[in-house]
């Protein structure tokens, strides 16, 4: 098992500029998640998914999209970054929608938005 | 709601002595409890998690942590930290029948030789 999978681990993007962070899990997990990391501030939960179709808000979901059209695939779109998007940024996946299930956390991507 | 407050932001520690990193929680209903940690440059991985029965939960590398339902609390514990435990540690609350965790801000653990 690979786990949870995040690609790129670095980006460097200009203000304006669009990209997707990808987020893969081969454990067949339902519910997927993700987080943006800033010093002194934890992790805030930007979108989550309990299933294959089925997305929803978190707590900083304004210029993220995301989608999650496989159990597998959980991307996260930026339409049009902004330098107050740079951070360190996690994809999680847990087997179900249970509260006391551990989360697995993806190695994270480093975004620099210029 | 459910929030969750990490007391202290960093903790410095000599080698072989004891730690106690502190987490306060928030809610009026059943909680499951988590302690995650992040070492330089990774990811988060479980440490313990609290989700019922012994207050007193055992995890990986030596740590342990014991729920306090009156206080509020759940303390993380190891009696004697090595350099490798060097990491950032985020505490997490679940609490009634919500899926959805909230985070700590995270302990930053220094230990010096």
């Known amino acids: 098992n690979a786990g949870v999978t995040q690609t790129p681990k670095f980006q460097v993007l200009k203000t304006g500029q669009s990209m997707t962070l990808q987020c893969a899990q081969d454990m067949n997990h339902e519910y997927m998640s993700w987080y943006r990391q800033d010093p002194g501030m934890g992790l805030r939960l930007i979108h989550y998914s309990v299933g294959a179709g089925i997305t929803d808000q978190g707590e900083v979901p304004n210029g993220y999209n995301v989608s999650r059209s496989t159990t597998e695939d959980f991307p996260l779109r930026l339409l049009s970054a902004a330098p107050s998007q740079t951070s360190v940024y996690f994809c999680?996946?847990?087997?179900?929608?249970?509260?006391?299930?551990?989360?697995?956390f993806g190695p994270g991507t480093r975004l620099t938005v210029l | 709601a459910q929030s969750v407050t990490q007391l202290d932001s960093q903790v410095p520690v000599f080698e072989e002595a004891p730690v106690e990193l502190r987490c306060n929680y928030s809610s009026s209903v059943s909680v499951y409890l988590f302690w995650y940690v992040q070492y330089p440059n990774q990811g988060l991985q479980l440490l313990l998690k609290?989700?019922?029965?012994?207050?007193l939960v055992k995890g990986i590398n030596g740590f342990e942590a014991e729920f306090n339902k009156s206080q509020t609390s759940f303390h993380l514990r190891k009696p004697s930290v090595h350099i490798s435990d060097t990491a950032e540690y985020f505490c997490?609350?679940?609490?009634?029948?919500?899926?959805?965790?909230?985070f700590g801000r995270g302990t930053s653990l220094i230990v010096h030789p």
């Open positions: 999680a996946s847990r087997d179900a929608a249970g509260g006391g299930d551990t989360q697995y």
């Open positions: 997490a609350v679940c609490a009634g029948g919500s899926y959805i965790p909230t």
């Open positions: 609290y989700l019922s029965g012994s207050t």
